[in-house]
């Protein structure tokens, strides 16, 4: 496909598991980012990724979170011992060449993950 | 510490009317503003943009204007159509971090037929 994709679309998982969501980006973007948005809220920042190098990775909440690009395509972002608050949909978004100024982010659809 | 603020939630107009939609910011680094428009079960997609060496930019029936001084910029929809309905979100990037976006809350825009 042509667009961002991002999988699972769903994750329903328990308080205290492991989960991973998984990032494609559009083919040839350098730069990778990651969000999450509560229900009534815009995306938050969490994470972006310049090749295979976090470039900032301020937004994540606690150490509890984490996300690799280890071949500067793929990402995957990694939630150890989920909670109930984690729940929210997390999108991926990704842009050509270097985050610049000028450069908007395309988004994939999200993965929405429920912590029950 | 809420940086970039839709203070109105909803919007409803009538079609073939003119929307406009507002956002504010509090960062004075921010040179750099973006609408994405997002339906339901979808990714955010990108509308338009502005620089802030810039106070106005159009394409086709979207404009965006951007009032520095007030640290105020908004989104003018004419005219309207019913597929313009969905959530609208402004998002601010500051040069100086350019990887990251800072977003609105949203602003639900229902357009009638």
């Known amino acids: 496909g042509a667009g961002v994709s991002q999988t699972p679309s769903n994750k329903v998982t328990e308080k205290g598991k492991y989960v991973e969501l998984r990032c494609d980006p559009i083919s040839g973007h350098t730069a990778l980012y990651w969000y999450r948005q509560s229900l009534g809220q815009g995306p938050e920042f969490l994470i972006y990724f310049q090749g295979t190098g976090a470039a900032d990775d301020s937004g994540l909440p606690n150490d509890r979170f984490f996300a690799v690009r280890p071949e500067g395509s793929v990402s995957t972002l990694k939630i150890q011992r989920t909670e109930r608050g984690d729940s929210a949909v997390y999108l991926c978004?990704?842009?050509?060449?270097?985050?610049?100024?000028?450069?908007?982010?395309?988004f994939g659809p999200g993965t929405r993950l429920t912590v029950l | 510490d809420q940086q970039v603020k839709q203070n109105s939630p909803s919007l409803s107009v009538q079609e073939g009317r003119i929307s406009i939609l507002n956002c504010d910011y509090t960062?004075?680094?921010?040179?750099?503003f973006l609408w994405y428009k997002k339906y339901p079960a979808e990714g955010p997609t990108f509308l338009i943009s502005?620089?802030?060496?810039?106070d106005k930019n159009e394409d086709g029936r979207f404009t965006v204007f951007l009032n520095k001084s007030a640290k105020h910029l908004s989104l003018h929809i004419v005219p309207s159509q019913p597929g313009d309905s969905a959530v609208y979100f402004c998002?601010?990037?500051?040069?100086?971090?350019?990887?990251?976006?800072?977003f609105g809350q949203g602003t639900t825009l229902q357009v009638k037929p």
């Open positions: 960062n004075s680094m921010f040179d750099y």
């Open positions: 998002a601010a990037r500051a040069s100086s971090n350019t990887g990251k976006l800072i």
């Open positions: 502005i620089s802030s060496i810039k």
């Open positions: 978004a990704s842009s050509p060449l270097r985050a610049s100024s000028y450069n908007e982010q395309f």
